[in-house]
């Protein structure tokens, strides 16, 4: 069964500096967020798409969304509320079992491989999970006054990347908690974890980059030219 795809693109991308937000910036003379949902699409043709834009954005181009199903949801003031947005529209239709998979839209460089072993590894897990990889570097907090305080063991740790994917009625429950509870959660996991729940890593590539800076856009092209070879 092909899942419900859920892609927040309502950030403004201020860390990037341009004049625009990431997701239309243009690697290969298309925009990052014509790359991201060619690769979802690639993955999962018959996915049901909600995609969460600023209700403000004029930059937007239906011709750049490949399904044949898909809908535009207004996004939040934060990517939680965005990803809520995007589930309170699909109330209804999706049933509390349908598998979510929730992508940045800032994310062009998933592979289609990752992108189905996730679906596959999530098909009959009763929680869900993440594309995560081990971090490499050793790992610092810093005193706030720029030494470091402490080396984090980096055993264990790693990074979150997206898809991340829940059953429909617990990520609506760990995202409602979550805001009512106004504790700032980054990715749907955390706010899964918070209910108890542990979902499952799954190792991707590290070459699944979140464009944040601006040298991360030239990185992505050279990223996807590489994927390609
Ligand atoms: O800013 P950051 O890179 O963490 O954003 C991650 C993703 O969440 C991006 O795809 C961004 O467009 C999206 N987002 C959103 N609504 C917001 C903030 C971020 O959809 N209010």
Redesign the pocket.
């Known amino acids: 069964v092909a899942p419900w795809l859920v892609v927040?693109?309502?950030?403004q991308?201020r860390?990037m500096g341009a004049d625009r937000?990431k997701?239309y910036l243009a690697i290969d003379g298309r925009p990052v967020l014509a790359h991201t949902l060619a690769r979802l699409h690639a993955a999962f043709p018959a996915a049901r798409l909600c995609l969460?834009l600023d209700p403000e954005d004029a930059r937007f181009d239906p011709a750049w969304v490949p399904f044949a199903e898909w809908r535009r949801v207004p996004?939040?003031?934060?990517?939680v509320?965005?990803v809520a947005s995007a589930l309170a529209a699909i109330a209804g239709e999706a049933g509390d079992d349908d598998l979510v998979l929730v992508h940045?839209?800032?994310r062009p460089c998933v592979t289609v491989a990752d992108l189905v072993r996730l679906h596959a590894v999530l098909a009959d897990d009763p929680v869900g999970g993440l594309l995560a990889a081990p971090v490499a570097d050793t790992m610092k907090r810093d005193d706030g006054a720029g030494r470091v305080a402490t080396t984090e063991p980096r055993a264990g740790l790693w990074h979150a990347l997206t898809p991340q994917g829940f059953r429909y009625g617990l990520l609506r429950r760990a995202l409602t908690a979550a805001r009512e509870a106004g504790v700032a959660v980054?990715d749907e996991a955390s706010a899964v974890e918070a209910l108890g729940r542990f979902p499952r890593l799954v190792s991707g590539r590290r070459d699944n980059l979140?464009i944040?800076h601006p040298e991360d856009l030239a990185l992505a092209g050279q990223i996807l030219a590489a994927q390609r070879q």
């Open positions: 927040p693109a309502a950030g991308g860390r937000p997701q969460c996004g939040g003031a934060e990517r509320d965005s940045d839209v800032a980054t979140k944040t």
